[in-house]
Structure formats: C-alpha cells, structure tokens
C-alpha cells in the first residue's frame, strides 16, 4: 500500500498536478467568480514558477551539490548500484537500452574498472503498473555491464525493491550474508541525498559516487549571469523546467516522507 500511495499521491502536489486540481475547482464554482478568479491565478503562478528555469536549476543545484565527486574513491568490497537508469526490451527495442539516468551504469562500469569494487550489487525491481518500460531493472543493468566487460559473476542482483526505501532495506539483507557494511553508492546526483539518508538508517557506512550531474558550474555561471537575455530566459516557463522542478521536488518529498516513516 506505501508504494501504491507514494506512485499515486505526488503527482498531484507537484506543480502540474497541483495546477489542475485549482482550475478544476475554477470549473467546479466558476459561479463564485472570485474563487475562480483565485483558483485560476493560482494555476498559472504554479505553472510559471515549476517551468521557471532559475527555480528549476536552484531546486536541481540544492540537492545535486550535497554530494561532489570525491577526489579519491576508496576501494570496498561491494559497490550498489541503484536501478532507474534502464529501458525494457520491449519491442521494437533490440535490447535494454539506457535513458537520461544511465549515467548510473557507465560510471558503475568505470569505477569497478579502476579497482573500486569487487562485486557490484545492482538494485532495483520493476513495478509493472507503474513503469511498464522496466521490466526488470537490476537484470537490465547486468546486461548492459556484462556488455561492457564487467564479468556476470561479480554482480549480485536484488530484483525485488519497488523504491528507494526497499533498496537500501533488502541491499542490507543480502550486503548482512556477506559480511560487508562499508559501500559505495552509486546513483543519480539529485538522487543522492535522499540515498544516502536511508542506506545510513540501514546502518551502512555510505561513500557516495553521485553521477548524472544536471546542473554544471558553467551552467550554473551561464543562467545568473547578469543579461537581458539570459533573465528573459530564465523567466519564460517550459516543460523542461517544469519536468526538473517536479524531479527535484520528487526527492525533496521522498526525504520527508521517509523521516516521517521511519525504516
């Protein structure tokens, strides 16, 4: 029922959702005009902040900033590997193939290439309501490793989690058989606090390897940068703003909610 309700109830606090739940109150009593009025105000401050860019890049900046590369990676028995960062082989792809998060796999690849691990755990389970186009995410991830010369018989596949609760509670489990408690974490750079949070709650000792940077210094200098044309960019909303606000406060809410819970 938790994961039920943390796929359905978010969308419709994050800006678009929130948007179409005030006009449709706007429809419902568009005969008390002021209420609609509001309602409609409302909807359209929403929707200009969430496609904000300058909102968008903060919110992104906040939360992927937490964690920088380290200059140095120690080594460890096991690096986990969080799932997210797949595609299904569904007809007409071929093959597992990677999406905006794949980030994830050719840096796991790079870092067990350069002695930073000796086994891989990869996971991530596939919820099939919800993202059809993943099927399997660790045996999609093991995949696309072995075909970038990571032997099958250094991965260990947890395919059961649903969230990122589940993938620090059943990576413990399997991580408690081997006798290991110090890893290295790797997933998404707005994806990481949130990750860290419940893998330490676990008990873990967590050395994070954030990727899939969406916010660079440069890119960061580029849009405050003192311009009549950069601040009339910034201000002009589109969905790609909108769709970095909704992730980063995807994973401001998952932190709450998972304090609020507990492990």
């Known amino acids: 029922?938790?994961?039920?309700?943390?796929?359905?109830l978010p969308p419709f606090i994050y800006p678009l959702g929130l948007a179409c739940i005030f006009l449709g109150l706007a429809w419902v009593f568009f005969h008390r005009a002021r209420f609609a009025r509001s309602a409609v105000l409302i909807?359209?401050?929403?929707?200009?902040l969430g496609g904000n860019r300058l909102v968008a890049f903060q919110l992104a900046r906040w939360l992927e900033w937490q964690y920088l590369p380290l200059d140095e990676i120690p080594p460890v028995e096991v690096m986990?590997?969080?799932g997210g960062g797949t595609l299904a082989a569904n007809p007409p792809r071929a093959m597992p193939e990677i999406n905006g998060a794949g980030d994830r796999i050719l840096y796991a690849a790079q870092?067990?290439?350069?002695?930073?691990?000796?086994?891989?755990?990869?996971?991530?389970?596939?919820?099939?309501?919800?993202?059809?186009?993943a099927a399997n995410p660790a045996a999609e991830m093991a995949y696309l490793l072995e075909m970038m010369g990571v032997p099958r018989e250094v991965l260990i596949l947890e395919d059961q989690s649903q969230n990122t609760l589940q993938n620090a509670q059943r990576s413990k489990q399997i991580l408690e058989k081997l006798g290991v408690r110090r890893i290295i974490l790797v997933t998404s750079a707005m994806h990481m606090p949130r990750s860290v949070h419940v893998f330490?709650?676990?008990?873990?000792?967590?050395?994070?390897?954030p990727t899939d940077y969406t916010v660079t210094q440069s890119g960061w200098q580029l849009i405050t940068a003192p311009k009549f044309t950069t601040w009339l960019l910034n201000l002009i909303p589109n969905a790609d703003n909108l769709s970095l606000t909704t992730r980063a406060l995807k994973e401001i809410i998952g932190t709450a909610v998972y304090e609020w819970v507990g492990d």
């Open 1 to 8: 029922m938790f994961v039920f309700l943390s796929k359905i």
């Open 43 to 48: 909807s359209l401050l929403l929707l200009w």
């Open 80 to 82: 986990v590997v969080l």
């Open 111 to 133: 870092l067990y290439r350069e002695g930073k691990a000796r086994k891989m755990l990869l996971s991530g389970g596939g919820i099939e309501w919800y993202t059809p186009s």
């Open 200 to 209: 330490e709650k676990q008990g873990l000792e967590v050395i994070p390897a």
